[in-house]
T-cell receptor
Framework: AQSVTQPDIHITVSEGASLELRCNYS??????LFWYVQSPGQGLQLLLK??????LVQGIKGFEAEFKRSQSSFNLRKPSVHWSDAAEYFC?????????FGKGTTLSVSS | EAGVAQSPRYKIIEKRQSVAFWCNPI?????LYWYQQILGQGPKLLIQ????????DSQLPKDRFSAERLKGVDSTLKIQPAKLEDSAVYLC??????????????????????FGPGTRLTVL
């Protein structure tokens, strides 16, 4: 069965510092991969997605992610974190016609 | 453009009681999803509708959960009777259309899922 693993449950980053959130997927064929953000009391918002082509994808709010087939990874990055980025981040993989989500990484931003 | 609406936002019930959640998708969206998000986990798909037909309900606990989308617009998810382990956030999402399976090569544009704010259910 397909699965998505987010190894880090909670990460704290200083405001202005760079961020990398890890995601590993398991699926034999070309995966469709996504990163979502969930702020408290809000629904999930799509940050970016990867289907094929350029392995570095740009998303909203200054986020980017890099697909590495050799490592089965799709890590999310941001060069400079803002306090408003504090939220929960979910990596997802499309399975059939629906999405399989990882357990999420909670990002805290310290001043 | 209005987003996905859900009500109520919060619900507290005793175990063995019944509860219903309502979702109104974005206008014109044919596909509607219900997800269950248990604390500390990612959302898990319960059921997917295409208009008023079920596409996937393989992970819906059918002995206690039911869902309908009779007119192909808004939808109701019901739990009867509720158990303690049903405590979770229930998310509704909608997309313009159902996405083809990965690798099907149809070349159609991806239909993004838009999520509502969720209903937080606590079962005591």
């Amino acid at each position: 069965a397909q699965s998505v693993t987010q190894p880090d449950i909670h990460i704290t980053v200083s405001e202005g510092a760079s961020l990398e959130l890890r995601c590993n997927y398991s699926y034999g064929a070309t995966p469709y991969l996504f990163w979502y953000v969930q702020s408290p009391g809000q629904g999930l918002q799509l940050l970016l997605k990867y289907f094929s082509g350029d392995t570095l994808v740009q998303g909203i709010k200054g986020f980017e992610a890099e697909f590495k087939r050799s490592q089965s990874s799709f890590n999310l990055r941001k060069p400079s974190v803002h306090w408003s980025d504090a939220a929960e981040y979910f990596c997802a993989n499309q399975a059939g016609t629906a999405l399989i989500f990882g357990k999420g990484t909670t990002l805290s931003v310290s001043s | 453009e209005a987003g996905v609406a859900q009500s109520p936002r919060y619900k507290i019930i005793e175990k063995r009681q019944s509860v219903a959640f309502w979702c109104n998708p974005i206008s014109g969206h044919a596909t509607l999803y219900w997800y269950q998000q248990i604390l500390g986990q990612g959302p898990k798909l319960l059921i997917q509708f295409q208009n008023n037909g079920v596409v996937d309900d393989s992970q819906l606990p059918k002995d206690r959960f039911s869902a309908e989308r009779l007119k192909g617009v808004d939808s109701t998810l019901k739990i009867q009777p509720a158990k303690l382990e049903d405590s979770a956030v229930y998310l509704c999402a909608s997309s313009l259309d159902t996405n083809p399976p990965v690798g099907s090569g149809t070349g159609v544009p991806y239909n993004e899922q838009f999520f509502g704010p969720g209903t937080r259910l606590t079962v005591l």
